[in-house]
């Protein structure tokens, strides 16, 4: 079992639109977790940190559940600029490691 | 503006030949890191570091090695480049307080 599992899209939406997806992680024990987004071709770059109380970032909302071991992300007023992959990452304990997942691929369409 | 480089951005190689790929940081991280990255999949770290004279194997065997002299530096060497070796290869240190940071990847080609 992979230890960081997404749905891999794509999500096809409209301007304008609310889109939301999870991921799933495997290791309880896991301290930190992330949303990356990356371009075509590009690095990943840090989108937010995900908090236990869930947190927002402008149009961005990031939860956790530590129970059910997800994380979610909720992109509000999409733009044509948020057409991208979504990484998931998950710090593992105290080694300061991250692990990926495969990514989340959202277009946004005019 | 970027703190951390990696060069070269595309390199297009025979087989056998031997490559290094650099990585240099200017933000003073202790921390850095190697993954790789075939299109469409997951980062696999193949590499790390703490600090100088510190390093170790990732999650993802690796025919690579590196080296970790200064600790702005930290080169990745293929001995023996082979088409399997075929992937992206990005570069990341990481401060504890602000995450990581990548590198805009080396794109390798094996031929």
Sequence with gaps: ?110 | EADIYQTPRYLVIGTGKKITLECSQTMGHDKMYWYQQDPGMELHLIHYSYGVNSTEKGDLSSESTVSRIRTEHFPLTLESARPSHTSQYLCASADTDYGYTFGSGTRLTVV
């Design chain 1, 1 to 110: 079992r992979k230890e960081v599992e997404q749905d891999p899209g794509p999500f096809n939406v409209p301007e304008g639109a609310t889109v939301a997806f999870n991921c799933t992680y495997s290791n309880s024990a896991s301290q930190s977790f992330f949303w990356y987004r990356q371009d075509c071709r590009k690095e990943p770059k840090l989108l937010m940190s995900v908090y236990s109380s869930g947190n927002e970032d402008g149009r961005f909302t990031a939860q956790l559940n530590r129970a059910s071991q997800y994380i979610s992300l909720l992109i509000r007023d999409s733009k044509l600029s948020d057409s991208a992959t979504y990484l998931c990452v998950v710090l593992r304990g105290r080694d300061y490691k991250l692990s990926f997942g495969a990514g989340t691929t959202v277009t946004v369409r005019a």
